[in-house]
């Protein structure tokens, strides 16, 4: 059984910096995209970056020179850096893996591409 664990959100002022962890188990993801989301209160979940191949990035336009997606296959872990954060970063942040390995033809900027979630951890940016 695949499950999928979050941790490191949490409450920071504006300008300043959180690190999530994403930790997947019960199987090895190393040939799978692996991403985070977001969704703010009463907005739908939102891509945030996706990590798909060995060094293919992918991050929404609001996030780009902010955040930095990286993973440890060996640990079957991607980390979301976050810096110079925003208030309207915040949001409950969802890591997502796919169940299968890397297609050209999937569009990993949708929910719809990944089979596994976690269940969110919070960051919340304060002004």
């Known amino acids: 059984q695949v499950h999928v664990v979050e941790s490191g959100g949490g409450l920071v002022q504006a300008g300043g910096s959180l690190r999530l962890s994403c930790a997947a188990s019960?199987?090895?993801?190393?040939?799978?995209?692996m991403a985070w989301f977001r969704q703010a209160p009463g907005k739908e979940r939102d891509f945030v970056a996706t990590f798909y191949r060995e060094d293919k990035t992918y991050y929404r336009d609001s996030v780009k020179g902010r955040f930095t997606i990286s993973r440890d296959n060996a640990k079957n872990t991607v980390y979301l850096q976050m810096n110079s954060l925003k208030p309207e970063d915040t949001a409950v942040y969802y890591c997502a893996v796919d169940g299968d390995k890397v297609n050209a033809a999937t569009d990993y900027s949708q929910p719809s591409a990944y089979d596994y979630w976690g269940q969110g951890t919070q960051v919340t940016v304060s002004l």
């Open positions: 019960g199987r090895t993801f190393s040939s799978s995209a």
